[in-house]
């Protein structure tokens, strides 16, 4: 079965420092997000993304974020200077329909992102 | 503000009882909601979605939406302690491009022998 998924599964980083969290959607899916995941919080929307532009954005989504599709299979979330509550669970989704219909989003594994 | 809300838990039920799961949300446009089972440290898994009002049945789940009264539920029959994780119930939003969903806090299961 399809699967999305991310690398790498934990990231260590310096306060400060850029990180790229990579995800490979599943083949078919055109429509991409972000999400993540603070420590016992909620799972939180950050951006969703779809024919090379960024869709919808939350509020927690600020400059310091961005997002790409380098190629035909990767999707990229970088933080450019990252800060201690920055840390978190990452997770990449897609999904067939974008939303409409009995469309699903699917979740890949996370990536654990650590500041210090 | 956008609010899907869940009794934390924890619930704890014996293996082969009926686990009930509730959730409610704020936003009457809310169109689609899910279910997700999150194992700790893992990603959310999907387990069911529902549109329509009423009950919809997949193997031992049953998810239940009530749009009038803002209320979702899962129903996990014949519980086993496979199923102890902790349940996400998400809803989407009418006025979203592409289906953003907002997620619940989860309610933790745990069902023993």
């Known amino acids: 079965e399809p699967e999305v998924t991310q690398t790498p599964s934990h990231q260590v980083t310096q306060m400060g420092q850029e990180v790229i969290l990579r995800c490979v959607p599943i083949?078919?899916?055109?429509?991409f997000y972000w999400y993540r995941q603070i420590l016992g919080q909620k799972v939180e929307f950050l951006v969703s993304f779809y024919n090379n532009e960024i869709s919808e954005k939350s509020e927690i989504f600020d400059d310091q974020f961005s997002v790409e599709r380098p190629d035909g299979s990767n999707f990229t979330l970088k933080i450019r200077s990252t800060k201690l509550e920055d840390s978190a669970m990452y997770f990449c989704?897609?999904?067939?329909?974008?939303?409409?219909?009995?469309?699903?989003?699917?979740f890949g594994p996370g990536t654990r992102l650590t500041v210090l | 503000q956008k609010e899907v809300e869940q009794n934390s838990g924890p619930l704890s039920v014996p293996e082969g009882a009926i686990a009930s799961l509730n959730c409610t949300y704020s936003d009457r446009g809310s169109q689609s909601f899910f279910w997700y089972r999150q194992y700790s440290g893992k990603s959310p898994e999907l387990i069911m979605f529902?549109?329509?009002?009423g009950d919809k049945e997949d193997g031992r789940f049953t998810a239940q939406l009530n749009k009038a009264s803002q209320y979702v539920s899962l129903l996990i029959r014949d519980s086993q302690p496979s199923d102890s994780a902790t349940y996400l119930c998400a809803a989407t939003d009418r006025g979203s491009t592409l289906g953003r969903l907002y997620f619940g806090r989860g309610t933790q299961l745990t069902v023993w022998p």
């Open positions: 083949s078919n899916h055109l429509y």
């Open positions: 529902i549109y329509s009002n």
């Open positions: 989704a897609s999904s067939v329909l974008g939303g409409a219909g009995t469309d699903t989003q699917y």
